[in-house]
T-cell receptor
Framework: AQTVTQSQPEMSVQEAETVTLSCTYD???????LFWYKQPPSRQMILVIR??????QNATENRFSVNFQKAAKSFSLKISDSQLGDAAMYFC?????????????FGDGTTLTVKP | EAQVTQNPRYLITVTGKKLTVTCSQN?????MSWYRQDPGLGLRQIYY???????DKGDVPEGYKVSRKEKRNFPLILESPSPNQTSLYFC???????????FGPGTRLTVT
């Protein structure tokens, strides 16, 4: 079974600075998808960024980018120019493509605090 | 507006009283899924459905039932709720299993 580990339960960053949230996963599959979701205090889950495992190029979405290291099974999220609105819990998620198609596994989350 | 809706948003019930949490999406998505979120445990998948009449167990299916009779609806049924099913429940949908999921607003369930 796939596992997703977020080793940082809590992180903090100063407004306008950069922070990196870590995520590692364990899988024997070669095809899969990885996601970062944001959960603000409203509890609504919001997609931040998505990465297909077959793509070597790291995904970027405005101030959000990932460092995807397939061999190391690492998928970190970098938030540049942090804003107060970035304060939330962030979840790393894995989606199977083949063997367990349809299954999704989430990490335990990292709570990000943004200091003004 | 494209969305996933869940009802009720909050529910307090007693042990053993059957309940259903509804989930509906208006995006014509094939894939739907249910998760529970508990403090320190992230989201854990309960059941998922790749299409109408096709459902599969996730990681924590015990004590839950689902059905997918229509593409847009995916209700979660607790036949005999117990206190350990007190949790925050999320329904999600996606165009297919390869796409990002859109989540409902969550249902806070308390079983006493």
């Amino acid at each position: 079974a796939q596992t997703v580990t977020q080793s940082q339960p809590e992180m903090s960053v100063q407004e306008a600075e950069t922070v990196t949230l870590s995520c590692t996963y364990d899988t024997s599959e070669s095809d899969y998808y990885l996601f970062w979701y944001k959960q603000p205090p409203s509890r609504q889950m919001i997609l931040v960024i998505r990465q297909e495992a077959y793509k070597q190029q790291n995904a970027t979405e405005n101030r959000f980018s990932v460092n995807f290291q397939k061999a190391a099974k690492s998928f970190s999220l970098k938030i540049s120019d942090s804003q107060l609105g970035d304060a939330a819990m962030y979840f790393c998620a894995y989606r199977s493509y083949n063997t367990n198609a349809g299954k999704s596994t989430f990490g335990d989350g990292t709570t990000l605090t943004v200091k003004p | 507006e494209a969305q996933v809706t869940q009802n009720p948003r909050y529910l307090i019930t007693v042990t053993g009283k059957k309940l259903t949490v509804t989930c509906s999406q208006n995006m014509n998505h094939e894939y739907m899924s249910w998760y529970r979120q508990d403090p320190g445990l992230g989201l854990r998948q309960i059941y998922y459905s790749m299409n109408v009449e096709v459902t599969d167990k996730g990681d924590v299916p015990e004590g839950y039932k689902v059905s997918r009779k229509e593409k847009r609806n995916f209700p979660l049924i607790l036949e005999s709720p117990s206190p350990n099913q007190t949790s925050l429940y999320f329904c999600a949908s996606s165009l297919s299993m390869l796409h990002e999921q859109y989540f409902g607003p969550g249902t806070r369930l308390t079983v006493t």
